[in-house]
Each structure stands twice: as structure tokens, then as C-alpha cells.
């Protein structure tokens, strides 16, 4: 925000930072006013229920949970560099950031035949990530946010081991003191159950679901979780996952496809390029943000002008 400040990018007095609790502020906003929010679907839900927002009709934008999903196609094989590629994508989504990101992987979908592969494959690299200070070389991946968050990790955790196999991680803790989890892996011996769908847990957790393969089966899966911001594809086969594509596209404000052709020149599915679509429909909130132009159309106003055509075009032209 100093830096933001500093650099004189926007006049003075337009951009203020507050660090700590809003107080009233929600009831302070009129008609003119935005609201746009960052975070859980069940804080959002009381934000847009503020009764002040609701009487002045205050524009809301919300980005809330997000159970993405990453899905495997049935044409990839044990040995195919993309299966290898799919197994580093949801290591690396599970454990940067500690998994406190709103991208990060919670759902993975794999055909029955290839489940036990991809997840002795998973749970070697997971069981391999070092915990600890990030300020060491050695370490990939550091604490969560806080003690609340590590809490509310735990808690979640230990419902979903309730309900699921623990492949790998658990709730225990990793370390004497500080904020620290393990990566954790649960597999779910029917996906169409798993209460991964129902819930997010904000953390180095996801669930590895089997599914026959079908296109039209993974994305009845993914709708599951009733909106979210990206879901994952790999497959090689144009059919097959242009069936995908379409089916998941009305769940997701952004679906992410990998073939051999891009593995190894794509970002991966959790970074967010500006001109795209950030937000998601349903649980995730029913937003935008970024997508170019298109990000600041919630933050404008359309108004129609009717008048004399003359005055017009010499007053607005």
C-alpha cells in the first residue's frame, strides 16, 4: 500500500489502506458505493446479507471458495510424460503458498485404472516436501497464515479422515512450535460421495476421487462443487477434451487445458494472467476480477443520454 502510495499513480486521497477490523463501514455505504471481496463463502454470504447493502443495492463483487478440480483424461497412459506432468501440477498446487490459495487444487479426478499409479506417484513427492522455514534453501513449503488457520485446518482435516482414507499427512502436528501441517492426501473410494465436494479446506489438503473416464462424468463431478474458479484438463485426445471443456465451462470462470504441446511452455493452472477471467460462478462467489477492460466494468456506470442529436454530438461527442 506505502509503495502504492509513493509511486503517485492515482490522485491523492483516492486509495486508502485499513489494516484491521471495518467497524461500521458496511453501513455506511450508499448507493454509489462497491463492495468487492476477497475471501470465504460464508463471510461473503454476510456481507451481501448486510442489511445496509441490501436496502441501498450496493454493487457487490465476491471471489469466495473454490473446490478446484484438476482431471486426468482416459488416453493418458503410465509412462506418458503428461501423466508426469499432472502429478507435478496438483504437487506444486497443493504446496505453494502452503496451500492458502484461491487457485490451489482440492479435487482430483484420475480414471479408475490409473488412480493407484498417480497416487503412489503423489504421495512419494508430498511425503518428500520438507516443512519448515521457508527462509531455508532446503524447505518448499512454510506455515499457514496463523493460528485460527491452523485450527480451522486441523478441524477440517480430521472430518474429511472421518469420511476418507488418509493417503498421506493428517492432522498431527509437523513441528514443535509455530503454524505448520503436513501436506495431506485423502482418497476417496467413490468420488460421487466424497464430501470433498461440499467443503473446502483452506490448506495443503485435496482429494484424489476415481472416475470411468467419461467427459461427461468428470464435468457431473466437477459441477459438484457448485462453482469454482479454474478446473484443470489433461488429455492429448481433441475430443475428448473439448467434451470436457464444454461440460465444466458452466461451473468454472476459467478451465485450463494441458496437452504434450503445452506442458512444458504453460504457467501453471493456479497463476492468473490479467486478461483473464478471475472469479467464478455459484460457491466461488459469482464475480469477476482481472479480464482486461473488463475487469474495471464493475467499478464504472452506463448512462443513456436522449436529447436533441445537434447538442448532443457537440456536447458529448
Known amino acids: ?15 486508502q489502506f485499513l489494516a484491521g477490523g471495518a467497524g461500521d463501514l458496511l453501513d455506511r455505504l450508499g448507493a454509489q458505493d462497491c463492495l468487492a471481496f476477497t475471501g470465504s463463502s460464508g463471510t461473503a454470504a454476510l456481507l451481501r446479507g448486510n442489511a445496509n447493502v441490501v436496502r441501498r443495492n450496493v454493487r457487490v463483487n465476491f471471489e469466495a471458495d473454490s473446490l478446484n478440480a484438476k482431471v486426468l483424461g482416459p488416453d493418458v497412459q503410465e509412462g506418458d510424460d ?17 496451500g492458502q490459495k ?49 485450527k480451522d485446518v486441523r478441524e477440517g482435516v480430521g ?22 501441517v503436513a501436506p495431506t492426501l485423502f482418497a476417496a473410494k467413490d468420488a460421487a460421495t466424497s464430501p470433498a465436494h461440499d467443503e473446502e479446506v483452506f490448506g495443503p489438503v485435496a482429494t484424489l476421487m476415481p472416475y470411468s473416464g467419461d467427459a461427461a462424468e468428470a464435468a457431473a463431478l466437477v459441477g459438484r462443487g457448485e462453482g469454482g474458479l479454474v478446473t484443470s484438463l ?7 477434451l473439448g467434451a ?10 476459467r478451465v485450463w487445458t494441458a496437452t504434450d504441446k503445452t506442458a512444458d511452455k504453460a504457467l501453471p493452472s493456479g497463476a492468473v494472467h490479467p ?27 452506463r448512462t443513456a443520454v436522449q436529447g436533441y ?9
Open 275 to 301: 486478461a483473464s477471467i478471475h472469479g467464478g460462478p455459484g460457491r466461488a462467489g459469482g464475480g469477476e476480477e482481472l479480464g482486461g477492460l473488463r475487469g474495471l466494468h464493475f467499478y464504472l456506470q
Open 309 to 317: 442529436g445537434p447538442w448532443l454530438q457537440q456536447t458529448f461527442a
Open 102 to 150: 484461491c487457485t490451489a487444487v482440492r479435487r482430483i479426478l484420475v480414471p479408475t485404472p490409473l488412480i493407484g499409479a498417480v497416487r503412489e506417484r503423489l504421495v512419494a513427492a508430498l511425503q518428500a516436501t520438507k516443512v519448515g522455514d521457508p527462509a531455508s534453501a532446503d524447505v518448499r513449503m512454510g506455515p499457514l497464515a496463523s493460528a485460527r488457520q491452523l
Open 234 to 240: 489433461y488429455s492429448n485426445d481433441a475430443d475428448w
Open 159 to 180: 472430518r474429511f479422515a472421518a469420511k476418507m482414507e488418509t493417503a498421506t499427512g493428517g492432522a498431527a502436528p509437523v513441528a514443535p512450535k509455530g503454524y505448520f
Open 1 to 15: 500500500a506505502q509503495i502504492l502510495v509513493e509511486s503517485k499513480a492515482l490522485p491523492e486521497g483516492a486509495f
Open 82 to 98: 503428461l501423466l508426469g506432468f499432472f502429478v507435478n501440477q496438483i504437487h506444486l498446487e497443493m504446496t505453494q503458498k502452503a
Open 244 to 253: 470436457a471443456t464444454v461440460g465444466v465451462a458452466p461451473w468454472c470462470g
